[in-house]
């Protein structure tokens, strides 16, 4: 790809996946992370990307503390929806397609089946409301937006963000050896980042827009999953499955959200991987990094 790539939060789960997928397939591609441009700031976020002139413009950046949200919610709406505004104004000033990111959250999880992307959404939180509105403002300003709906992002750049990651989460309370309850009655699809990006990078190269699906294609409960990382990390925590009833939290989440990536492969993008062998991969680039 010969394309011109900015990449706004370059420092996050899934921007340094970004960076390193553009990059390898031949993109000259220019990153910010937070420190360098807070796209909350509109000026800073046009000036930024009219220093690249890019043919393309993705945003990694988000505010993802869905629980933290209940209290803030001003703050994750000026970053998930009003900063959408600035990127998708910006974009269009030079042309740029902008790939944006979205969640799973946007459902209400009512449905019995994987969500597909014509489903209607109902957030049911701040977390989830501003990120609809993300969506919604790249689609107003935009002739050909691409917009990537996911859910439970994992990949290494995890071991140093501030939030982290749901398996990160795990090892560090095994390590304290408390006792684990994780919900049985939440099914979700975690993404693997390395994966999702390839695929970002391939529909881009496809030319594709839209909102398209790409979940880590395996559903699964939050217990089960826990069951998977530790049974791949080889530990043996006490865990326990629990129920929202028992395991309450500020914000109200979709007790069934996984979602269907026929679309995406519709579209000649390869399948994910299956979540044991992403899981695995991850515990292995995680050993890595640790012992570097
Ligand atoms: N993580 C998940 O489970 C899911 C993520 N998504 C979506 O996927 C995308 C990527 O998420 P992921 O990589 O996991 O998230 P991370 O939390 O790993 O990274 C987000 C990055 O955005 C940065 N950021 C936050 N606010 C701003 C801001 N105002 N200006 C610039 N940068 C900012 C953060 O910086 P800092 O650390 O300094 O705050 C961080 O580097 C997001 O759109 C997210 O909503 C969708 C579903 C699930
Ligand atoms: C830490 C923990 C979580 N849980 C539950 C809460 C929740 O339903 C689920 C996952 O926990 P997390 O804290 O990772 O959940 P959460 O922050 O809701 O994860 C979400 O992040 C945002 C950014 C998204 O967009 C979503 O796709 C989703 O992955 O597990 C337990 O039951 N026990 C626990 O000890």
Redesign the pocket.
């Known amino acids: 790809m010969q394309k011109k790539v900015a990449i706004f939060g370059c420092a996050g789960q899934l921007g340094v996946e970004l960076m390193r997928e553009f990059s390898a397939r031949g993109a000259k591609v220019s990153g910010w992370e937070r420190s360098h441009v807070d796209i909350t700031s509109a000026p800073a976020v046009e000036e930024a990307v009219a220093s690249v002139d890019p043919e393309i413009v993705v945003n990694a950046a ?1 505010y ?4 933290v949200a209940e209290n803030e919610p001003y703050a994750a709406f000026q970053a998930n929806g009003l900063a959408v505004r600035n990127l998708a104004l910006a974009s269009r000033q030079c042309g740029a397609q902008l790939v944006h990111f979205s ?3 946007v459902f209400d999880g009512t449905s019995d089946r994987p969500y597909v992307e014509t489903d209607a959404t109902h957030p049911l939180g701040a ?2 409301v501003s ?1 609809l509105a993300g969506e919604l403002y790249a689609q107003a300003y935009l002739p050909n937006p691409l917009v990537i709906r ?4 994992f990949g290494p750049g995890g071991l140093r963000t501030a939030r982290g ?2 398996i990160e ?2 090892l560090r ?1 095994a390590g304290e050896g408390k006792t ?4 049985e009655d ?1 099914v ?1 699809s ?1 993404t693997y980042a390395p994966a999702l990006a390839a695929r970002t990078v391939d529909m881009v190269e496809k030319g594709v827009s839209g909102v398209i699906h790409c979940g880590g294609g395996t559903p699964i409960s ?2 089960r999953y ?1 069951e998977l990382i530790f049974r791949e990390a080889g530990l043996t925590p006490e865990l326990k499955p ?1 129920t ?1 009833r028992e ?1 309450r ?1 500020p ?1 109200r ?1 979709p007790k069934f ?1 996984p979602l269907s990536n026929a679309k995406m492969e519709s579209l000649g993008i390869e399948p994910m991987p299956s979540l044991e062998t992403a899981v695995r991969s991850y515990l292995q680039l995680r050993q890595r990094m640790l012992a570097s």
């Open positions: 988000a993802n503390m869905v629980d969640t799973d959250y977390y989830a990120k996911t859910s439970g992002v990651n749901f989460l795990m309370m684990i309850r994780v919900v939440h979700a975690p939050w217990y826990a629990t929202e395991y939290t914000a989440r959200s």
